[in-house]
């Protein structure tokens, strides 16, 4: 659609994102002392929101959020994760190959019929990916088609601002903050050879651009990959030891969980770390 038009909130969905559900995982916390010649990055000041833009907003899965709990972020299950239903998967033009996965937007229904009157400010978080249909044009049916930006939400979100029969409405969106409870979350996966790195509940800008990870003995700083969403990989044995993980987000803050996997830490095993962004 044109965006010709001036977006200002309030005022506020067509299907489209495929997922998997994998097993909840276990949440434990880990508390250990910041040793005290440790050189720890200081948040500057706080992530604040962007300007608003306009776009449009389908709705994919059940009115019950079911069939949008995983998929190309990494999240397992956004429930058990602490994103609960309150997500969308958004186009390729916004998901950039998984850097968008944890950040947070803000929606309002704008200029449609469909939109609820007065409804409350919504806030969700990019835990999918929309993929392109190149089969339908980008203005029928393809709606997450390059290059438009566009937020396929979960039912029960696109139900707070839209009505269902609606389909698709315009909406004038803007990043802001994630506001999240407790600390920042790590999941390693895979073997000793080849760890896959969880990353969720992140504050702040919630999406990552960095991560790092040291051992508490043989294993120096190590920069992690990122291998699909907000999981990153290392063939790094960090097996044995306690690990501390140092993160930037997208607007370059950053932030160090100090000691957040004890030494005899598991496989499949969540832990979080005391603080946040």
């Not at 990989?233 to 370059?252: I, K, N, P, V, Y």
Request: proline fraction near 6%; aromatic fraction near 10%; glycine fraction near 12%.
């Amino acid at each position: 659609m044109s965006g010709s038009w001036m977006a200002t909130p309030p005022a506020r969905g067509a299907r489209g994102a495929r997922l998997l559900v994998v097993p909840l995982l276990l949440v434990a916390a880990a508390a250990f002392a910041t040793p005290a010649n440790a050189v720890v990055h200081h948040s500057h000041g706080k992530f604040t929101g962007g300007p608003w833009k306009p776009a449009h907003a389908t709705f994919y899965g059940g009115r019950d959020g079911s069939g949008t709990t995983a998929g190309a972020c990494g999240y397992k299950d956004t429930r058990a994760e602490g994103y609960g239903v309150q997500t969308v998967a958004v186009s390729a033009v916004l998901f950039g190959d998984g850097a968008a996965c944890g950040g947070c937007y803000e929606l309002c229904c704008v200029d449609s019929p469909g939109c609820k009157k007065a409804p409350p400010p919504l806030v969700v978080t990019a835990t999918n990916l929309c993929p392109p249909n190149y089969q339908q044009p980008g203005d029928n049916g393809g709606w997450c088609n390059p290059p438009r930006e566009h937020f396929d939400l979960s039912m029960p979100a696109f139900l707070q601002i839209a009505e269902e029969k609606a389909g698709i409405v315009p909406v004038s969106y803007r990043r802001v903050a994630c506001v999240k409870q407790g600390g920042v979350r790590y999941t390693i996966t895979g073997n000793r050879y080849f760890n896959m790195v969880t990353v969720t509940n992140v504050g702040g800008a919630g999406d990552l651009a960095a991560v790092s990870v040291k051992g508490s003995k043989r294993v120096k700083w190590t920069e992690l990959k990122r291998n699909w969403g907000q999981v990153w990989q290392t063939g790094e044995d960090l097996t044995g030891e306690s690990l501390t993980f140092r993160l930037m987000t997208s607007d370059h803050r950053k932030a160090t969980s100090w000691h957040v996997l004890p030494t005899n830490w598991q496989f499949g095993v969540t832990y979080q770390a005391t603080k946040n962004f």
